[in-house]
């Protein structure tokens, strides 16, 4: 199992300049984001500019790569969607994506049909077929909750609460929350995504209950807004890991994919004042929604 571990800041903001996506996507035999190469000509008269692609952009794919053809074509698709961040933008008939990639009808048949039963795409009669939702990237450089990410990208949070109650919570969360034998947590189970994209991830947050956090709180909104808004506890900073996975049953139901699909998955460690830990989280997307970006110097 891969993993990526860092920490964060709550407070400052990412500077704008290059950023490395940490993906499950598009990744070749080294385990490296895949980079088709591609020639785009000055100029194309019949480009739109809600279009995926231009009508001359060609694309080089790996035939020796254990990537199948059709999932390296899904993968660029994937990658377009994400860089477009608009709903309606509309993906070339099969016959240009054929030309485009060079490849066969059976293989952009099969790479469309992929993104169709993922929601991304919606094929219509006579309109074609258009973007129908959006991938989220999170910038790892900032410590932000899910619905500051969503309202830095004028998208509307989703919230469906699967449960809250106060526990006793499992070993390793007790001990990252460094808490006392028999002391308990308030967990709060979520998923949430936006409308366009839901659900985009299943949530698990444990905060102990020394804090006072009251169960009935409205937690369809920001945890974090309610944590430092209403209980005037502040947010410091956090340690994260990232991996990637395959789902359980229990999440590919929640999460409305086949069990054994390759999962995003995240948990964080969320500290208060005197490096005091607040919140433990658990994190599990679906990848085709998700990616999680940051800046890197050499």
Known sequence: MNEVAGSMK????SRKGPVGQVSSRGADRTGTA???????????????????????????LDERSPVPLYHQVEQIILDRIA????????VPREMDLIK??????????KATDSLAAKG?????????????????????????SFSEQMESRKLKASTEILGVERHLPEDDVAAALRLS???????????????????VVLLRSEIPVSFGIDPKEDFHTSLYEVIEKKYRIPIEWAEQRIWAGKATAEEAKLLRIKPGETILGMER???TQGDKPLE??????RPEHYTFSMRLKR
């Open 83 to 90: 860089k477009a961040g608009e709903i309606g933008g509309k």
């Open 120 to 144: 991304l795409i919606k094929r219509r009669r006579a309109a074609g077929t258009h973007i129908v939702k959006l991938a989220v990237t999170e910038d790892l450089g900032r410590l932000t």
């Open 181 to 199: 034998k028999g002391e308990k947590t308030l967990c709060i189970r979520r998923l949430r995504g936006t409308s366009e994209a839901f659900p």
């Open 10 to 13: 709550r407070s400052g903001k």
């Open 100 to 109: 485009i990639f060079d490849v066969s009808r059976a293989t952009v048949k």
């Open 280 to 285: 433990y989280v658990r994190a599990i997307y």
């Open 34 to 60: 895949a980079s088709p190469m591609k020639r785009v000509p000055a100029g194309d008269a019949l480009f739109l500019p809600d279009a995926l692609f231009r009508p001359s952009e060609r694309f080089s």
């Open 269 to 271: 460690i969320t500290y």
